[in-house]
T-cell receptor, first 112, second 114 residues
Framework: DTEVTQTPKHLVMGMTNKKSLKCEQH?????MYWYKQKAKKPPELMFV???????INESVPSRFSPECPNSSLLNLHLHALQPEDSALYLC???????????FGSGTQLSVL | GENVEQHPSTLSVQEGDSAVIKCTYS??????FPWYKQELGKRPQLIID?????GEKKDQRIAVTLNKTAKHFSLHITETQPEDSAVYFC?????????????FGSGTQLTVLP
C-alpha cells in the first residue's frame, strides 16, 4: 500500500458543529502532517507528528485539535470553525530521515 | 524561518517547447528541495527532488538544478505536453531529524497550449 487515505473527501459543516477528519497510511511512515490549502495558494503546514508525538504546531487556533492514536492514523478534530477555515485539508506522511512527503487526496471543507 | 519565492506565477508555452520555473530560498540550512505538481482538485504529487549535495538531477523530460551559493533552484520541463498543464510548487526544507518541515513557494500555473 503506497497511499495516504483521507476521509471524508468533502465535508460541509456549520459553525457550531463538531467533526473529525481522518487520515490513514500503511507505509510504515512515522511522521505525519496536516496541511491547509486555500484555493490557488500553496499548502501551509499546521501540525507535525513524529513517532506519534506532536512535534510542530504552527500557531494553529485551538478550534483545530490534532490526534495521532497510532503510527498509522492521524485525526483532525474540528469545533466551532469559522467560514474562513473553508479550505482543502491535506494529510501527508514521510519516513524518518527520508525526505519524501506523500500527500493524501485531501478533504475539501466548507464552513457555513 | 525559511522563505521561498517562486517565479513566474503563470506560464504559457506551446506544446513541444520547454518550460522553466525558478525558486529562491533564504535559509542556508535548507538541504532538500522537492517539486510538486498539483492538478485541479487533486493532491500535490512529488515529481522530482534534489538534495543540496547534488547540482542537477534528471528524470526523463524533467530536470532540476540547484545553485547553493546563490540559493536558487529551477525546474526544467522539456518537450512539454498538454498533460503537463498544472500548478507546480517548489519547496525547501532544512534537515530536521525525524520529520520534514517543507516551506512551499507560491506556485506556478503552467498551461501547455496544443
Amino acid at each position: 500500500d503506497t497511499e495516504v487515505t483521507q476521509t471524508p473527501k468533502h465535508l460541509v459543516m456549520g459553525m457550531t458543529n463538531k467533526k473529525s477528519l481522518k487520515c490513514e497510511q500503511h507505509m510504515g511512515h512515522r511522521a505525519m502532517y496536516w496541511y491547509k490549502q486555500k484555493a490557488k495558494k500553496p499548502p501551509e503546514l499546521m501540525f507535525v507528528y513524529s513517532y506519534e508525538k506532536l512535534s510542530i504546531n504552527e500557531s494553529v487556533p485551538s478550534r483545530f485539535s490534532p490526534e495521532c492514536p497510532n503510527s498509522s492514523l492521524l485525526n483532525l478534530h474540528l469545533h466551532a470553525l469559522q467560514p474562513e477555515d473553508s479550505a482543502l485539508y491535506l494529510c501527508a506522511s514521510s519516513q524518518p530521515l527520508v525526505e519524501k512527503l506523500f500527500f493524501g487526496s485531501g478533504t475539501q471543507l466548507s464552513v457555513l | 524561518g525559511e522563505n521561498v519565492e517562486q517565479h513566474p506565477s503563470t506560464l504559457s508555452v506551446q506544446e513541444g517547447d520547454s518550460a522553466v520555473i525558478k525558486c529562491t530560498y533564504s535559509d542556508s540550512a535548507s538541504n532538500y528541495f522537492p517539486w510538486y505538481k498539483q492538478e485541479l482538485g487533486k493532491r500535490p504529487q512529488l515529481i522530482i527532488d534534489i538534495r543540496s549535495n547534488v547540482g542537477e538531477k534528471k528524470d526523463q523530460r524533467i530536470a532540476v538544478t540547484l545553485n547553493k551559493t546563490a540559493k536558487h533552484f529551477s525546474l526544467h520541463i522539456t518537450e512539454t505536453q498538454p498533460e503537463d498543464s498544472a500548478v507546480y510548487f517548489c519547496a525547501a526544507s532544512p534537515s530536521s531529524g525525524s520529520a520534514r518541515q517543507l516551506t512551499f513557494g507560491s506556485g506556478t500555473q503552467l498551461t501547455v497550449l496544443p
